[in-house]
């Protein structure tokens, strides 16, 4: 089984972000950056697969030279192989899709694990345009029904399941007002969800190995993708900062508060 | 002259979800800022019915596409039959309330069409052919807007923002179309629904929210939202520790509330729950911690131990009545 997963270069998820004065874009100074969160619960998921399958898990990042580190984090929990598309400059979805579908073409994976959304741009789309791309089935926002704080956790029906012939996945999903399950013929596209699982450490031999496994560079001439891209980021702004409110001192006053104030009970 | 095409969506029983009408409110906003017509359309096995009651929202023409391929959603095959209305109609724009369904097909049905899509849009700009949509990042700390120049635009809407439309506005014509049928690589296996007696956290004029200050103990949450007639909402803390359902957490990877009030009890207040409430017309912060960040976004808060807090709340509140 291959499974090629993305990992997205993000804004650590702590930082405190700011727009430039002119809207021009954020203030870099001082960010730390990571690896998408949901990202890192595709490399856990792809890496829990492999282990129960056989096979071997494939990164790919879209971006310049620093994505490396991505990834470099995610060879160390455990991926056997990168591949860096490198690319400066903004990228859309279909821009970043039609990247990926090449990659998925080249590669030709059994499947392509990918995070429901980025933490940046909170866009939600890449996977669903890469499925339509590919005209592959999607399962999107793959979600695991019990509890992940549990020490049983490892031992618990898994979100997804591949078929005894291995040619399916049943996925469970997170949807509105409840769980829908779907099986998909593979090769699919699913994206993650927070609840999926929780991502390894990568260990110290781990970080070690990393440094030697090997990082494939592509380019989007290679490719034959051309990444103009269709949306415009014209400004950022910050939002309407709220008005700190009060402290008040107990339950009644609170209850006044809410009654004759804000007149909403 | 510009036809924005909205999509309404039904739920599993066959009534429309609510966020539709804000959706139509919204497209109606767009259309009057393009200078163009406003569309309706909706598919399914049988969606007749639901699509009759979408007369009277002051649309040019309710459009209705039945095939019995089309009974459980599947973004793989709602997309293609979309698809083939959007070119008929040759829409210029086509949106949908931000939920988990559109989430699931507005970019695949975008990705068909090589459309550029926006996000959880929460208003737009400018006018004509320059309509720009403004729309979040960075979990709600950054507004961008944006332009999409495909010639066809896609998009999904935050439902709060946008005032739900009124019905009564005339009777909009209901046309059927064909929808293309395509096989479909994924099956539907099945859907199990989280069953509540209380509205949905989305709707719901009240939300009382715990997080992993209960510890795990949502009887207090529960009784004051029943007192209030509210909806339960959580922190993702509390959903990952399976003391609640997933469906409950509210934040950027969660749902987006804005209600008339917001009650957050034993919540910090990081960023990321702040993005799915900070719209809330009141909010009120219940935590043991002077310095907890939720006090800078709350109208009222007290310092207390939640325990404490929230029973002398339900009675106070009751003596209301
Ligand atoms: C400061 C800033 C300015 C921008 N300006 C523009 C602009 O002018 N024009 C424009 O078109 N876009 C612009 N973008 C957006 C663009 O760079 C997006 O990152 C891109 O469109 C992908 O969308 P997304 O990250 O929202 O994907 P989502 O759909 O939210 O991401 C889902 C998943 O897709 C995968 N994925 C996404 N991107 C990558 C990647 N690079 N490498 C590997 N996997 C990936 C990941 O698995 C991710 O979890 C800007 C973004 C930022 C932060
Ligand atoms: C990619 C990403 C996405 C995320 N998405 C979301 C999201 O959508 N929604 C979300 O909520 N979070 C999200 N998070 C998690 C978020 O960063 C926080 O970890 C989470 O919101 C914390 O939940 P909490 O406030 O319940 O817990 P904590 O931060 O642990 O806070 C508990 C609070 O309870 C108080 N407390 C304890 N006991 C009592 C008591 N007896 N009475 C009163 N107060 C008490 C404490 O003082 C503390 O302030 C996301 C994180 C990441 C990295």
């Given at each position: 089984?291959?499974?090629?997963?993305?990992?997205?270069?993000?804004?650590?998820?702590?930082?405190?972000?700011?727009?430039k004065?002119?809207?021009?874009?954020?203030v870099?100074?001082?960010?730390?950056?990571?690896?998408?969160?949901?990202?890192?619960?595709?490399?856990?998921?792809?890496?829990r697969?492999?282990?129960?399958?056989?096979?071997?898990?494939?990164?790919?990042?879209?971006?310049?030279?620093?994505?490396?580190?991505?990834?470099?984090?995610?060879?160390?929990?455990?991926?056997?192989?990168?591949?860096?598309?490198?690319?400066?400059?903004?990228?859309?979805?279909?821009?970043?899709?039609?990247?990926?579908?090449?990659?998925?073409?080249?590669e030709?994976?059994?499947?392509?694990?990918?995070?429901?959304?980025?933490?940046?741009?909170?866009?939600?789309?890449?996977?669903?345009?890469?499925?339509?791309?590919?005209g592959?089935?999607?399962?999107?926002?793959?979600?695991?029904?019990?509890?992940?704080?549990?020490?049983q956790?490892?031992?618990?029906?898994?979100?997804l399941?591949?078929?005894?012939?291995?040619?399916?996945?049943?996925?469970?999903?997170?949807?509105?007002?409840?769980?829908?399950?779907?099986e998909?013929?593979?090769?699919?596209?699913?994206?993650?969800?927070?609840?999926?699982?929780?991502?390894?450490?990568a260990?110290?031999?781990?970080i070690?190995?990393?440094?030697?496994?090997?990082i494939?560079?592509l380019?989007?001439?290679?490719?034959?993708?051309?990444?103009?891209?269709?949306?415009?980021?014209?400004?950022?702004?910050?939002?309407?900062?709220?008005?700190?409110?009060?402290?008040?001192?107990?339950?009644?006053?609170?209850?006044?508060?809410?009654?004759?104030?804000?007149?909403?009970? | 002259?510009p036809?924005?095409?909205?999509?309404?969506?039904?739920?599993p029983?066959?009534?429309?979800r609510?966020?539709?009408?804000n959706?139509?409110?919204?497209?109606?906003?767009?259309?009057?800022?393009a200078?163009?017509?406003?569309?309706?359309?909706?598919?399914?096995?049988?969606?007749?019915?639901?699509?009759?009651?979408?007369?009277?929202?002051?649309?040019?023409?309710?459009?209705?596409?039945?095939?019995?391929?089309l009974?459980?959603?599947?973004?793989?095959t709602?997309?293609?039959?979309?698809a083939t209305?959007?070119?008929?109609?040759k829409?210029?724009?086509v949106g949908?309330?931000?939920?988990?369904?559109?989430?699931?097909?507005?970019?695949?049905?975008?990705?068909?069409?090589?459309?550029?899509?926006?996000?959880?849009?929460?208003?737009?700009?400018?006018?004509?052919?320059?309509?720009t949509?403004?729309?979040?990042m960075w979990?709600?700390?950054v507004?961008?807007?944006?332009?999409?120049?495909?010639?066809?635009?896609?998009?999904?809407?935050?439902a709060?923002?946008?005032?739900?439309?009124?019905?009564?506005?005339?009777?909009?014509?209901?046309?059927?179309?064909?929808?293309?049928?395509?096989?479909?690589?994924?099956?539907f296996?099945?859907?199990?629904?989280?069953?509540?007696?209380?509205p949905?956290?989305?709707?719901?004029?009240?939300?009382?929210?715990?997080?992993?200050?209960?510890?795990?103990?949502?009887?207090?949450?529960?009784?004051?939202?029943?007192?209030?007639?509210?909806?339960?909402?959580?922190?993702?803390?509390?959903?990952?520790?399976?003391?609640?359902?997933?469906?409950?957490?509210?934040?950027?990877?969660?749902?987006?509330?804005?209600?008339?009030?917001y009650?957050?009890?034993g919540?910090?207040?990081?960023?990321?729950?702040?993005?799915?409430?900070?719209?809330?017309?009141?909010?009120?912060?219940?935590?043991?911690?002077?310095?907890?960040?939720?006090?800078?976004?709350?109208?009222?808060?007290i310092?207390?131990?939640l325990?404490?807090?929230?029973?002398?709340?339900r009675?106070?509140?009751?003596?209301l009545?």
């Amino acid at each position: 089984m291959k499974i090629l997963v993305t990992a997205k270069r993000v804004e650590d998820p702590e930082s405190k972000i700011k727009v430039k004065p002119d809207g021009s874009g954020i203030v870099q100074e001082g960010l730390k950056y990571k690896i998408n969160p949901f990202d890192e619960i595709g490399v856990e998921e792809g890496l829990r697969l492999v282990a129960k399958h056989q096979g071997e898990v494939v990164v790919v990042s879209i971006g310049g030279k620093e994505v490396q580190e991505q990834l470099r984090h995610a060879l160390a929990m455990g991926a056997h192989r990168a591949v860096w598309v490198n690319h400066t400059g903004p990228l859309d979805q279909l821009g970043i899709a039609g990247l990926l579908q090449k990659v998925a073409e080249k590669e030709k994976p059994d499947m392509v694990i990918l995070g429901k959304q980025s933490i940046d741009d909170d866009q939600n789309q890449v996977g669903q345009y890469l499925a339509e791309f590919l005209g592959w089935g999607q399962a999107t926002f793959a979600s695991k029904v019990e509890s992940l704080e549990s020490e049983q956790e490892k031992n618990k029906v898994p979100a997804l399941v591949i078929g005894a012939d291995g040619k399916t996945v049943r996925v469970i999903r997170e949807v509105d007002n409840g769980l829908a399950t779907l099986e998909c013929q593979l090769p699919a596209i699913v994206t993650t969800d927070l609840r999926l699982n929780q991502p390894r450490y990568a260990s110290l031999p781990g970080i070690m190995k990393a440094k030697s496994k090997p990082i494939e560079e592509l380019t989007p001439d290679k490719l034959g993708v051309n990444v103009t891209p269709a949306i415009q980021v014209l400004k950022m702004s910050s939002p309407p900062a709220r008005k700190a409110g009060i402290k008040v001192a107990d339950v009644p006053a609170l209850v006044e508060k809410l009654h004759n104030e804000a007149k909403v009970v | 002259m510009p036809i924005v095409l909205i999509i309404a969506e039904q739920q599993p029983d066959g009534n429309l979800r609510k966020a539709t009408y804000n959706a139509i409110g919204a497209g109606k906003q767009l259309a009057e800022k393009a200078g163009g017509e406003l569309h309706i359309a909706l598919v399914g096995k049988d969606p007749a019915k639901a699509a009759d009651e979408l007369k009277g929202y002051g649309a040019k023409a309710v459009h209705v596409g039945a095939a019995p391929e089309l009974e459980h959603y599947l973004a793989e095959t709602y997309a293609p039959a979309l698809a083939t209305l959007v070119q008929e109609l040759k829409a210029d724009y086509v949106g949908m309330a931000a939920t988990a369904q559109s989430k699931d097909l507005m970019p695949r049905l975008a990705a068909r069409l090589r459309a550029a899509m926006a996000t959880d849009v929460m208003g737009f700009n400018g006018s004509g052919a320059d309509v720009t949509f403004s729309r979040p990042m960075w979990a709600g700390n950054v507004f961008a807007e944006v332009k999409l120049t495909t010639p066809v635009k896609a998009f999904t809407l935050r439902a709060t923002e946008f005032p739900a439309a009124q019905g009564g506005q005339g009777a909009a014509e209901v046309k059927t179309f064909t929808p293309k049928v395509e096989a479909s690589k994924t099956k539907f296996i099945d859907f199990k629904e989280v069953k509540s007696a209380r509205p949905e956290l989305t709707e719901a004029r009240v939300v009382v929210s715990g997080g992993r200050g209960t510890k795990g103990d949502f009887k207090e949450i529960e009784a004051l939202a029943d007192e209030l007639g509210a909806a339960v909402g959580a922190s993702r803390a509390v959903c990952d520790a399976g003391w609640v359902p997933n469906d409950l957490q509210v934040g950027q990877t969660g749902k987006v509330v804005a209600p008339a009030l917001y009650i957050a009890a034993g919540i910090s207040g990081a960023i990321q729950h702040l993005a799915g409430m900070k719209s809330s017309k009141t909010i009120v912060a219940i935590n043991k911690d002077p310095e907890a960040p939720i006090f800078q976004v709350a109208d009222y808060g007290i310092v207390a131990d939640l325990f404490k807090v929230l029973p002398e709340l339900r009675a106070e509140l009751g003596k209301l009545k």
